[in-house]
């Protein structure tokens, strides 16, 4: 279909507004009629919406682990300025939500993470610092191309909806005319 051209923007491809309706009808064959031309366009805006709610979900995702990684980066510095001390750090964890429990930790030089999958790690607090940094700062590079992504994946959706309004209402127009002519 010539709606689409070859660039895509983190794989989205991309819509064409489509000016000259009757030149774009011409270009789609003789024998392709309006209905089919909106059979493809609605197809293609009913992937445009697959993909904003895949998006829309991920970013969901990342919105809630930048968090995450934000408050498992703010205790583990203060892990790190206690780690000489022999003074005992009571804390709360999270059990589930909503449900803490308290804990007392000694003074380490190692702390867990919790990796997903059923794997826990052990690493020095440097290493912990080191990833934990690291998945931040992708996290946050992933939630600003996950927000460029929308942005362009709405304007795709609406040049789709514009031009399945623009050949719509040129085939009504058409039908009118041959109408007229009948008469």
Request: with cysteine; net charge neutral; proline share 2%.
């Amino acid at each position: 279909m010539a709606v689409a051209s070859a660039s895509t923007h983190h794989g989205i491809p991309e819509a064409k507004f489509v000016e000259d309706v009757d030149a774009f009808m011409k270009d789609q064959g003789p024998e392709t009629g309006a209905e089919a031309v909106l059979k493809q366009l609605d197809e293609r805006h009913g992937k445009y919406k697959f993909m904003e709610s895949s998006l829309a979900q991920k970013k969901r995702r990342l919105k809630g682990q930048v968090p995450d990684l934000q408050r498992s980066l703010e205790l583990l510095n203060h892990m790190k300025a206690k780690q000489d001390s022999t003074d005992v750090m009571e804390t709360q964890f999270l059990l589930a939500d909503q449900v803490y429990a308290n804990a007392k930790i000694q003074p380490s030089k190692t702390v867990s993470l919790w990796l997903g999958a059923n794997v826990m790690v052990e690493y020095s607090l440097d290493e912990a610092h080191s990833l934990l940094s690291k998945n931040l700062s992708q996290a946050q590079t992933n939630l600003t191309q996950v927000n460029d992504d929308l942005g362009f994946l709405r304007d795709q959706c609406t040049t789709t909806e514009v031009n399945m309004a623009r050949v719509y209402n040129w085939d009504v127009q058409r039908r009118r005319a041959a109408k007229k002519l009948k008469s």
